[in-house]
């Protein structure tokens, strides 16, 4: 598609607002602010999170002698109604200088960094448990058969000392208890 003189055009617009008008709220401090929600990386342009509707937002007259902060909307670009947001034009006090934010910075990151969480380390064994799964893994197949053969004598004996009817009268009111082992199934 061609352009053509009938098709409109958008006005250049100043790169800098260039207006007089100052809020009438009081001027944000910016000593008083999360180190997190200023950024002076460019210190030409720099910006902090607005108060009021927590959009980030340059802050304009970095070269003049009164500092504010854009005019902006409360809502969100194509989504929400363009309103004015009331710290539009909200003078910044420069209570703080680039060296001193850095710092600042650095320790928050570093305090924010010390309560993320730890990989959680397994419950330290005891001797005798650590004792135990260790000779548990290093047990083999035949291992395992050469214990059960010396476990199996002390088995089988007390199978028949079960068996043993003790002596005396039998119950007369109840059944008779069956010795013979039970077959399950056909």
């Known amino acids: 598609m061609s352009i053509t003189a009938a098709m409109p055009t958008a006005k250049k617009r100043p790169r800098r607002t260039r207006t007089k008008r100052v809020s009438h709220l009081p001027a944000i401090k910016l000593s008083r602010l999360l180190p ?12 902090l999170v607005c108060a009021d509707c927590e959009t980030w937002v340059p802050i304009t007259g970095m070269q003049s002698k009164t500092q504010k902060l854009v005019p902006h909307h409360t809502g969100r670009a194509d989504v929400a109604a363009a309103i004015r947001c009331r710290s539009s ?6 209570d703080l200088t680039i060296p001193e934010w850095h710092k600042a910075l650095t320790d928050a990151i570093k305090e924010a960094a010390s309560r993320t ?34 476990v199996l004598p002390g088995v089988a004996a007390t199978d028949a000392h079960r068996q ?23």
């Open 36 to 47: 997190s929600h200023i950024d002076l990386h460019d210190p030409l342009k720099p910006s």
């Open 89 to 94: 034009n909200r003078l910044v006090e420069w």
């Open 117 to 150: 969480a730890t990989t959680v380390l397994p419950k330290a064994f005891s001797p005798a448990t650590d004792q135990t799964l260790r000779a548990r893994a290093q047990r083999t197949p035949a291992g395992r058969l050469a214990d059960w053969n010396t």
């Open 164 to 186: 043993v009817v003790p002596a005396g009268d039998a119950p007369t009111q109840s059944p008779t208890v069956p010795l013979d082992k039970l077959k399950i199934g056909h």
